[in-house]
């Protein structure tokens, strides 16, 4: 259906994953925005799965068929993975699990509070990790109340938005009455494809809070940043909410310095900070996404010669096991 919507011409067609493991996702307000019949879209790469998920890579390099990724990807739970490997688990999120509490660094944890995204991102880092939303975050809010050392807590997923509002209600309540906690954060990549998630009674929600409430966007390309979405934004900036801004640095998406200077001015002239251009995590089937951290150093570059320093985002990779992201640039 998509790709007849698409117009997907017959010899491209031959390109797209029909049944991925990782199903697609895609509100329909951002499926017209795709490029008609354009496999090279940065939204249509972004969202669509193209065969080229198949090729599955290893840290030698060599491509591999399916049998044998099952056999290293058996080995690879018994031992702590190369962070140099495409593997189902980059970032090791399974070995640092509490519960749904997500705990890597000295004064943070992320919640895994909701397993629904409405678009699912083909270098998604978390999409083998599988796991059930809980009816409650008793056991996780007991866990943060244990540990006087957490001063922020991240919610994430999933995406959070993809809780009701009366859920997210209860949980930021309840995180906002840890003494400790003195911040809040929310990753979440909902509002480029539903704006009007972003509703009355959620920004009431949002504005009732005492504490500080970063709102993280994941934008990688500008044109998710259309008039809907930052009329959206616009009533997060107006109820005192910080926004920041994470992208992925991706081949054929962003890597080239017109789109991430453009990203970054529309990031800026909607009041929203470019936080992290992140280095790709080498998720098993997203090795055709990948830059060279040499050539994002020189994007870096280009980006400080031609906007304002607090426009550049911080170049950084999640390397496992370290104490926090380590800077590329």
């Known amino acids: 259906r998509l790709a007849t919507f698409l117009k997907i011409e017959a010899r491209n067609r031959k390109k797209i994953l029909c049944t991925p493991a990782f199903p697609l996702s895609l509100p329909y307000r951002l499926a017209r925005k795709i490029k008609k019949n354009d496999l090279q879209d940065p939204l249509f790469l972004q969202f669509v799965p193209l065969k080229k998920e198949l090729e599955l890579h290893f840290s030698s390099g060599k491509k591999t068929g399916p049998s044998e990724f099952l056999e290293k990807k058996n080995l690879q739970v018994k031992k702590k993975p190369d962070s140099l ?9 399974q070995a640092f699990l509490q519960g749904r509490l997500l705990k890597k660094y000295c004064n943070r944890a992320v919640l895994l509070c909701a397993n629904f995204c409405p678009m699912h991102c083909r270098f998604c880092f978390r999409q083998n990790l599988s796991f059930t939303p809980p009816v409650n975050f008793e056991k996780e809010i007991g866990l943060i109340r244990q540990n006087r050392r957490l001063n922020e807590i991240i919610l994430s997923g ?3 938005l993809a809780l009701g509002n009366q859920e997210l209600k209860e949980l930021l309540t309840a995180l906002e009455k840890i003494e400790h906690v003195k911040r809040l954060r929310i990753h979440s990549r909902f509002l480029i494809g539903v704006p009007e998630r972003l509703d009355e009674e959620l920004l009431e929600i949002f504005s009732r809070l005492q504490k500080p409430l970063y709102f993280v966007l994941h934008i990688n ?9 930052k009329q959206a934004l616009k009533k997060l900036r107006q109820r005192g909410l ?3 801004n994470q992208s992925v640095l991706l081949k054929g998406v962003n890597d080239n310095l017109k789109t991430l200077l453009a990203l970054s001015e529309e990031l800026s002239n909607n009041g929203i900070l470019f936080y992290y251009l992140h280095q790709l995590d080498r998720i098993q089937g997203a090795k055709h996404f990948e830059v060279s951290p040499s050539k994002g150093q020189k994007l870096i570059q280009g ?3 031609k906007t304002s320093g607090y426009a550049v985002p911080k170049y950084v990779q999640e390397i496992p096991f370290q104490k926090s992201k380590t800077p590329l640039s």
Not at 85 to 93: K, L, R, Y
Not at 221 to 229: A, K, N, Q, R, T
């Open 85 to 93: 490997s495409f593997s189902p688990d980059p970032v090791c999120d």
């Open 158 to 160: 999933g995406d959070p």
């Open 221 to 229: 390309h500008p044109s998710e940043l259309d008039d809907e979405v």
């Open 242 to 244: 910080l926004l920041m």
């Open 303 to 305: 980006l400080l010669a």
